[in-house]
């Protein structure tokens, strides 16, 4: 029996969606997948099967009747292999460039049997690109022949191609391995690549891509991509930087650079020569004869001066200073986006910097520790020495509200051939001289090399310890023979804070005898001792019969409290002197009293008190 297909929807020019059946169009027609022949490589297609109900027996009749099954072999004739249309990117991140959210759709010319697409690893199994599109994307057939990948995930290059190497943090020292190294990006291509115009897609021969019957081979189909990511505005310079970088000299001389900055990655124009420097730039003075630039990332050139403007006289000075020269960008030389969608830069900035000037500021300055004649003091070297080295720092200073002279110290006494101080490294000076708990104001450090010192620091204040203030606290009277003749007068002379300082006072009575008290750090109290034979001279000749004692001459900022003078009162009674007594100072009178009162005519002072009883005195 012979069948014969008589009227067949075409589905290629009709059916757009997958399985598409709607609006009555294809509804007599099954999906290509679903009428494929047998194949060795797919297994069974269509099958074709007797109906019970069609009375199909033998010719006789002597048969049941027929219910037999068939799978369809031979061809409906082999579809060709499907190929690329088109391929067109689209800006679904809405932003400039390659970016999450942005699409691919690529249109096939006949229906396919869509192989799986929902994740990358799908998708690259099916498509090569020649450029890493992103981290991550997913594919979805939006019909039998057109298929659409969107970006999940693309790697933010800008925040690398933004940075340059080039330049460290600690003043322009180069740094031959940091140059643009694509593999430190390997999840997204450079700009360059992945433009439109210039990314091809190839399907891949193992993706099995086939015509929607299966009767095709596998397409291996190739398209470069057109449409459009986003374009981006023209690159525009956001700054240029002159930095004394060569001979130390005033102006624009060799060695010296200048540093480019874009607001965006660009395509990076070639600037090996001046010639190359020239067609993409122009200065609006002479810097000089020479230079080449060197491109450290994608938004920032390094441009060197090999034989400066100012390298003889004359110079012309003033159109080269900073702040007047001005680089321009040429239209012409077609410095651009680095995917190249944006216009040509036309772009101009006055220059700032210095070909050569004083060293940036010191920073973090601290006082870490006080003493009674100084302190110690902590900071930070400049990141940048501006084209000399930090040979010396100034500390300045004020006390009592007037300023000091400045104290200047080497800034680098163990670095050989006046290398300079390292920048940024912590540098320690003992600010020594100073007075004794004196504040001091307005503390703040400048670094200076060759062209003079830079700006000031942060400022400080701090005070210097002080060895507190001595005063005579107390005293006692002991028995220095059996008789009463003789006594041992001894005197304790406190300090009043100041404990965290060593020092020393002077001390001195007015019957001659004399000394020095020290006192170590921690120690408040003090004493001394002098013998007074109570019968050997008439202390009734003496002014209310006692003996002057003076505190004098305190060191390291130690001060003289109350009292620093005083007296002792001997008692004239062999019977009074014939017993240990101490005496007290308090209420702000100044007497050390050993006297019975019936020994003189006026009360024991306000502000002295005698005891004699013995369990006062084990302390003493």
């Known amino acids: ?218 397409s291996t189909s190739t398209d470069v991509l057109s449409g459009s990511w986003g374009d981006h505005t023209a690159p525009s310079i956001t700054s240029v930087e002159a930095q004394e970088y060569g001979t130390v000299a005033v102006g624009v001389d060799a060695g010296d650079i200048m540093i480019i900055t874009f607001d965006q990655p660009t395509n990076t124009p070639p600037v090996t020569l001046k010639s190359d420097v020239d067609k993409v730039f122009a200065f609006s003075s002479s810097v000089g004869n020479d230079y080449s630039g060197t491109w450290t990332s994608l938004s920032t050139l390094v441009l060197t001066i090999v034989v400066g403007e100012c390298d003889s006289e004359p110079c012309n000075y003033e159109d080269t200073d900073v702040g007047k020269l001005v680089l321009s960008t040429r239209v012409s030389a077609e410095l651009k986006s680095a995917d190249e969608s944006s216009q040509s830069s036309l772009s101009r900035r006055t220059v700032g910097g210095s070909w050569g000037d004083v060293p940036n ?51 680098a006494p163990m670095v050989p051939d006046g290398a300079g101080a390292v920048l940024g490294s912590l540098q320690h000076y003992f600010l020594g001289n100073l007075q004794p708990g004196t504040s001091y104001t307005a503390i703040t450090v400048r670094a200076m090399n060759y062209f003079g010192a830079g700006a000031n620091s942060n400022v400080v204040t701090a005070t210097t310890a002080h060895a507190g203030a001595f005063y005579f606290s107390r005293a006692r009277s002991r028995v220095h023979n059996s008789n009463g003749e003789k006594v041992i007068i001894t005197v304790t ?67 003289l409290g109350y009292p620093s003078v005083t007296y002792v009162a001997i008692a004239e009674s062999v019977t009074q002197n014939s017993r240990d007594t101490f005496a007290t100072v308090s209420d702000g009178r100044s007497i050390f009293d050993f006297r019975s009162e019936d020994e003189h005519d006026y009360a024991v002072p306000d502000g002295s008190t005698t005891d004699t009883r013995p369990e006062l005195l084990h302390n003493y």
């Not at 294809?26 to 009428?35: E, Q, R």
């Not at 070297?381 to 300045?396: E, Y």
């Not at 001390?507 to 050997?536: A, C, H, M, W």
Request: hydrophobic share 35%; net charge negative; glycine share 8%.
């Open 1 to 218: 029996m012979r069948i014969v297909i008589t009227d067949v929807c075409d589905q290629v020019i009709m059916g757009f969606g997958l399985d598409d059946h709607t609006s009555n169009k294809c509804n007599d027609t099954a999906p290509y997948k679903n009428t494929r022949v047998n194949s060795a490589q797919w297994g069974n297609g269509m099958s074709l099967t007797v109906k019970a109900s069609a009375d199909l027996t033998s010719e006789d009749r002597s048969s049941a009747l027929s219910t037999a099954t068939l799978t369809l072999s031979g061809t409906w004739g082999d579809h060709a292999a499907p190929a690329i249309m088109s391929t067109t990117a689209s800006d679904g991140g809405s932003s400039a460039g390659l970016n999450t959210g942005d699409k691919i759709t690529v249109v096939f010319d006949r229906h396919t049997n869509v192989p799986a697409v929902s994740t990358k690893s799908d998708v690259d199994t099916l498509l090569t690109f020649s450029a890493t599109l992103g981290t991550d994307y997913t594919g979805v057939w939006l019909s039998l022949s057109v298929l659409q990948i969107s970006i999940t995930e693309v790697y933010i290059r800008t925040a690398d191609d933004m940075v340059s190497p080039f330049i460290t943090s600690n003043d322009m020292i180069p740094n031959v391995e940091a140059y643009i190294n694509y593999n430190d990006i390997n999840s997204t291509a450079p700009y360059a690549h992945t433009k439109v115009g210039t990314l091809a897609f190839t399907v891949k021969s193992g993706g099995y891509l086939q015509s929607a019957d299966l009767s095709s081979v596998h």
């Open 493 to 559: 002379v406190s300090r009043h804070g100041g404990a965290g300082v060593a020092t020393m006072v002077e001390y001195k009575n007015s019957i001659g005898f004399s000394g020095k008290l020290r006192y170590q750090i921690g120690v408040t109290d003090q004493e001394f001792s002098f013998p007074v034979d109570t019968q050997g001279r008439s202390y009734s000749e003496m002014p209310l019969e006692t003996i002057m004692l003076t505190l004098f001459n305190p060191t390291r900022g130690g001060s």
């Open 361 to 411: 500021e010191a920073t973090n300055v601290t006082v870490q520790s006080t003493t009674h004649d100084g302190m110690l003091l902590s900071f930070n070297a400049p990141v940048r020495n501006n084209g000399a080295n930090v040979s010396h720092f100034q500390v300045l200073y004020s006390e009592h509200g007037k300023q000091q002279p400045a104290r200047i110290i080497d800034a």
